[in-house]
């Protein structure tokens, strides 16, 4: 008899469904991404790895942008009880958020906006911001650098960002570096399977205070 193919993987405390799951394969007849949130992508499980060892304020609120499936900000919802807005430009990306929010059984706001659509009173209210595989395009550098500058304004405590290390990713990294004390990480995780990658932080977690 052959081996059933599995359908998932558990990392971390959440649930993925893979890309051959009934489910996810249903909403696939209806529901196209089509500026790359078409699958999750693995950076994720980097700031999932990050936050597990560094820890994470409970209640905190956060913005997950360019959130596709959404994973991260689900992770943050059910660990550490945080209250969180999944964001993206491509709404077909919600349904693959909402059916993971659903079998990890928490809730999470979602808003359609591109990040220079993010304006301070989108961010003034947050706490931590957070984005992972989202400095794909060189296009996308400057406009990811403007939304963490005003969300540093609006009072914003703590972004991170993960990614392979892509080139408009180092960009941004050395931008904050140099000028906002931010820190580039190389960070590895062992779940679900090994993955590197490098992490932009800027400000400290313990800054939340929360
Ligand atoms: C490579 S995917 C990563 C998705 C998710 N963060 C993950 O790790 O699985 C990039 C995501 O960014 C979104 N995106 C692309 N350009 C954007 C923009 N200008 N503003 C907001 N979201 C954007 C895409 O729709 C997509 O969901």
């Known amino acids: 008899m052959g081996r059933t193919r599995r359908t998932y993987r558990k990392a971390y405390g959440v649930r993925l469904l893979l890309s051959h799951h009934p489910e996810v394969r249903k909403l696939k007849r209806f529901n196209s991404p089509s500026v790359h949130g078409n699958k999750f992508w693995k950076s994720s499980w980097l700031l999932m790895d990050y936050l597990n060892r560094r820890g994470f304020p409970e209640g905190a609120n956060v913005m997950e942008v ?8 689900i992770y943050c919802a059910k660990k550490y009880g945080a209250r969180v807005t999944g964001v993206d430009i491509d709404s077909e990306v919600f349904p693959y958020l909402n059916l993971h929010a659903e079998i990890n059984q928490v809730e999470i706001a979602t808003l359609k906006k591109g990040y220079d659509r993010l304006r301070g009173n989108h961010l003034q209210e947050v706490d931590v911001l957070l984005g992972a595989d989202i400095c794909f395009w060189e296009e996308l550098a ?10 540093l304004r ?5 972004v991170l960002i993960a990614d392979p290390g892509r080139p408009p990713f180092e960009e941004i990294g050395e931008h904050f570096v140099n000028k906002r004390g931010g820190a580039l990480l190389d960070w590895t995780a062992q779940r679900p399977r090994r993955s590197e990658g490098r992490i932009l932080k800027i400000g400290n977690i313990e800054d939340c205070g929360l």
């Not at 400057?142 to 969300?151: F, M, T």
């Open 66 to 73: 360019g959130c596709g499936w959404g994973l991260l900000g």
């Open 142 to 151: 400057q406009p990811i650098k403007r939304l963490i500058l005003r969300a």
């Open 154 to 158: 609006a009072g914003v405590k703590l």
